[in-house]
């Protein structure tokens, strides 16, 4: 059973444009969703992270958006730059009980000049 | 500090022969977590260690094992291997008081042939 869906599997954002990442979850028990980039050859590296006492968090140009009542969280980069082509993964954990990381399937970015 | 490393980076074995990898935490970190990562099956968890305890472990075959020593690092072991194997395997860890922060390694690429 996939517990977080992810959207879109590719995309493709001209410089200067805003990529949009789209995740939903099913299990209500998660409180704390992170997003990873990961290079190719590379571990994932966390990149940001929000909980569902906030409806949105930005560290630069990366912002989390997060709607609890529709259980989705979607993941904005403005100006997207050529360095940020990679792919992303969505993730949840329980922090009650599961100390697991659950991820999404991935979103493969890349960033045209 | 220094980040999660992982030896080695690279391995290849071929089917029925065991392997085991290593994974180095950053400094004063306690809970080590193992994730498989496959085109197919996306990133998936296979255990996790705190204090030599494994703390949580997914639903992978008996042939996965893991261990934690006294100075935080950690070995998987895969025995028996099989084709299917081949994979990136990833290692996390987070400090006491925060495990859903998870920071990965770089990962050892298996290749079984």
Redesign the interface.
Do not use: D, I, R, V
């Given at each position: 059973q996939q517990q977080v869906k992810q959207s879109p599997q590719s995309l493709i954002v001209q410089k200067g444009g805003i990529s949009i990442i789209n995740c939903a979850y099913e299990n209500t028990a998660f409180d704390?969703f992170?997003w990873?980039q990961q290079f190719p050859?590379?571990?994932?590296?966390?990149l940001i992270?929000i909980r569902p006492d906030v409806s949105e968090k930005k560290e630069g140009r990366f912002t989390i958006s997060f709607n609890k009542s529709a259980k989705q969280f979607s993941l904005h980069i403005m100006d997207s730059q050529p360095g940020d082509s990679a792919t992303y993964?969505c993730a949840a954990?329980n922090?009650g009980t599961?100390?697991?990381?659950?991820?999404?399937?991935?979103t493969r970015l890349q960033v045209t000049l | 500090k220094a980040g999660v490393t992982q030896t080695p980076r690279y391995l290849i074995k071929t089917r029925g022969q065991q392997v085991t990898l290593s994974c180095s935490p950053i400094s004063g970190h306690r809970s080590v977590s193992w994730y498989q990562q496959t085109p197919g099956q996306g990133l998936q968890f296979l255990f996790e260690y705190f204090s030599e305890t494994q703390r949580n472990k997914g639903n992978f075959p008996g042939r996965f094992s893991g261990r934690q020593f006294s100075n935080s690092r950690s070995e998987m072991n895969v025995s028996t291997l099989e084709l299917g194997d081949s994979a990136l395997y990833l290692c996390a860890s987070s400090s006491p008081g925060s495990r859903e922060t998870q920071y990965f390694g770089p990962g050892t690429r298996l290749l079984v042939l």
């Open positions: 704390y992170p990873y050859g590379k571990g994932p590296a966390l992270a993964f954990f922090t599961a100390s697991k990381l659950t991820f999404g399937t991935g | -």
